[in-house]
Nanobody, 124 residues
Framework: QVQLVESGGGLVQAGGSLRLSCAAS????????VGWFRQAPGKEREFVAA????????YYADSVKGRFTISRDNAKNTVYLQMNSLKPEDTAVYYC?????????????????WGQGTQVTVSS
């Protein structure tokens, strides 16, 4: 099973940027689709972005489209989430997850391995 560790979260002012990283262990990581999800206090976990095994296809929630960019470096077993123009409503714990398929979906239940999450706080 793949083990995932997120990093890069923190406190940033509205309009600022952060880059999250998701480092994975395991040889099969490059064969898996990866997704980023987030969960704010009192809310359900929601889809943010996802990327296919090769990086050739990317998917975004409407709320982050044009501001966030997902990418991956399979040689480093790492997926990134570049977050620009951050808003207070982006405040949440961000999780990465893998799906044992080459193509991702937007449903958290389709992803089997999850990291522990990294906190992102955007102040107004």
């Amino acid at each position: 099973q793949v083990q995932l560790v997120e990093s890069g979260g923190g406190l940033v002012q509205a309009g600022g940027s952060l880059r999250l990283s998701c480092a994975a262990s395991g040889r099969m990581f490059s064969n898996y689709a990866v997704g980023w999800f987030r969960q704010a206090p009192g809310k359900e976990r929601e889809f943010v972005a996802a990327i296919s095994w090769s990086g050739g296809s990317t998917y975004y929630a409407d709320s982050v489209k044009g501001r966030f960019t997902i990418s991956r470096d399979n040689a480093k077993n790492t997926v990134y989430l570049q977050m620009n123009s951050l808003k207070p409503e982006d405040t949440a714990v961000y999780y990465c997850a893998t799906r044992t398929a080459v193509v991702p979906t937007t449903r958290p239940t389709d992803f089997g391995s999850w990291g522990q999450g990294t906190q992102v706080t955007v102040s107004s």
